[in-house]
């Protein structure tokens, strides 16, 4: 936990790692009434089972509902049992398995090793190829829980949802149902992250706070619990996880919505219930508030800008404004990432996306930008009516003609739009992409994350920064008093 190192906050604070070992010790000499788990992110619900074990009481969600949440043979029949949809699935222990499991579920699938934070060497693959490429199937198989590897039906075009709540083991108070501006796919900490939903119709939302109610009582969960779900492009709504924790969104919540989410949950970790803590009606905030990721790319010469299951960012924003446009554009800025008003954008788009990119790319005509693009990208766009100056690739170019490349050195381009083929690291996108980063130019990689960009640069407006306590009281929201 990284909050809490200002000594000034805390009554003591030991640097320590968060294993069992350590943790034990600093309880023998603290000999504390309770421990409170929660707060620490994913390592401490994993010494759940230590710290009971050796005498101490947890408080808040008791480890046996920790347990079933973690296990996924467990949270799967829990889900099965109460008719909740989650994708396919299987464990392996080698890459031959994951293949056959694959194969059983269908392609894309997400490879995801076991006992690994941010989503560390996670892939999604589309062929047995892919899978079996994968680093944690390549070792030798190996037993036991960690050896094994979690094959997942992955749900492309999926809007992903995050959902906070409060729960005392019987009642659930849903604080919050935020999208993603990213596809399923991409890193829930490197994604912007919209409140309220804008995608999601009012029926999508009743039953997604529904299925949160379900699970916070099915587990038990008393204080915090984080939900991961995804909508199909048909509507379906899938559970990918539940975390009977404080989420990274919580401080975001908690700002955009005036609700004091942590002290709620510290006064439900010793016994209070929901009606006792005087919370504000259940509904989505007035305004429109984004958190935005920061990415430490342009410090890091040679990265590669990508985004994908591999959580990436070393920071958050967070914006607000009374319209979406706005408070995207003026999370984008807070971020470092200043999206341009005019000039020329260059765009790069995977075969199968480039019928997407189509009214991205009129819009942006439309508001007077330049588009130049690789040579199938403009045709599609040219057989659209789309004007563009198509430019050659890197691997495409004659001796002395100009490239893309060249486009972004000498600083003609202020907006680059390019979506990945493949892995490859050293192909013509990651050069594109390089060279983006080297100038400082704006570098979008997924057609959700440049939908929402261009639809912040066609409609963001001007408006007076307030600070977030003018914002609470000019929209009528106040924090719930949660005090003893």
Not at 26 to 33: N, S
Not at 325 to 332: F, Y
Not at 379 to 384: E, K, R, Y
Request: hydrophobic share 45%; aromatic share 4%; with cysteine.
């Amino acid at each position: 936990e990284t909050v809490s190192t200002d000594y000034d906050t805390s009554d003591r604070l030991y640097f320590e790692p968060l294993d069992a070992e350590s943790v034990l010790a600093v309880c023998e000499r603290e000999r504390p009434e309770g421990v409170v788990i929660q707060f620490g992110g994913q390592t401490p619900l994993k010494l759940a089972r230590a710290i009971e074990e050796a005498g101490y009481r947890i408080l808040g969600t008791p480890y046996e509902a920790v347990d079933l949440a973690e296990d996924r043979e467990r949270f799967a029949g829990l889900l099965r049992a109460h008719g909740l949809r989650s994708p396919a699935w299987g464990m392996a222990t080698s890459a031959e398995e994951a293949v056959a499991i694959a194969e059983e579920i269908g392609y894309p699938v997400l490879i995801r090793p076991s006992y690994v934070l941010g989503g560390r060497a996670m892939r999604i693959c589309y062929s047995a190829e892919e899978v079996r490429a994968v680093p944690a199937l390549a070792a030798e198989p190996r037993s036991g829980a960690a050896g094994r590897v979690l094959v997942d039906r992955f749900l492309e075009n999926a809007v992903e949802v995050d959902v906070d709540a409060l729960c005392d083991g019987t009642q659930t108070y849903v604080a919050a149902v935020m999208q993603h501006v990213e596809e399923a796919g991409v890193h829930s900490g490197d994604s912007a992250c919209v409140l309220p939903a804008p995608s999601l119709t009012r029926e999508q939302t009743v039953e997604i706070e529904r299925i949160v109610r379900v699970l916070g009582r099915a587990l038990g969960v008393v204080g915090l619990l984080n939900v991961q779900l995804a909508v199909t492009a048909e509507g379906e709504v899938y559970v990918l996880e539940a975390n009977p924790r404080a989420s990274r969104t919580v401080p975001f919540v908690s700002k955009a919505t005036g609700v004091e989410l942590v002290a709620a949950a510290c006064r439900l970790s010793l016994g209070a219930r929901l009606e006792e803590l005087g919370l504000p009606p259940e509904r989505a905030p007035s305004g429109w508030s984004v958190k935005a990721a920061v990415l430490p790319f342009a410090r890091f010469p040679g990265s590669d800008p990508v985004l994908g299951p591999e959580m990436r960012s070393t920071g958050e924003v967070m914006a607000s404004a009374a319209d979406l446009p706005t408070a995207l554009d003026k999370a984008e800025r807070a971020a470092g990432r200043r999206l341009p008003r005019s000039g020329a954008v260059f765009i790069s788009i995977r075969p199968p996306d480039q019928p997407a990119a189509v009214p991205i790319a009129a819009t942006l005509v439309g508001l007077g930008f330049t588009l130049y693009a690789t040579e199938g990208t403009a045709a599609t766009l040219a057989a659209a009516g789309i004007e563009v100056e198509p430019v050659r690739k890197l691997s495409e170019a004659r001796p002395g003609e100009p490239t893309v490349i060249d486009l972004i050195r000498r600083g003609r381009c202020d907006l680059v739009i390019n979506t990945p083929e493949g892995r490859n690291a050293r192909s013509d996108g990651y050069a594109i992409r390089e060279a983006a980063l080297t100038r400082r130019v704006p570098c979008i990689t997924t057609l959700s994350g440049a939908a929402a960009a261009v639809h912040a640069i066609a409609n963001a407006r001007a408006e007076r920064a307030l600070s977030l306590q003018e914002r609470i009281d000019a929209n009528g929201i106040h924090a719930a008093r949660t005090s003893a």
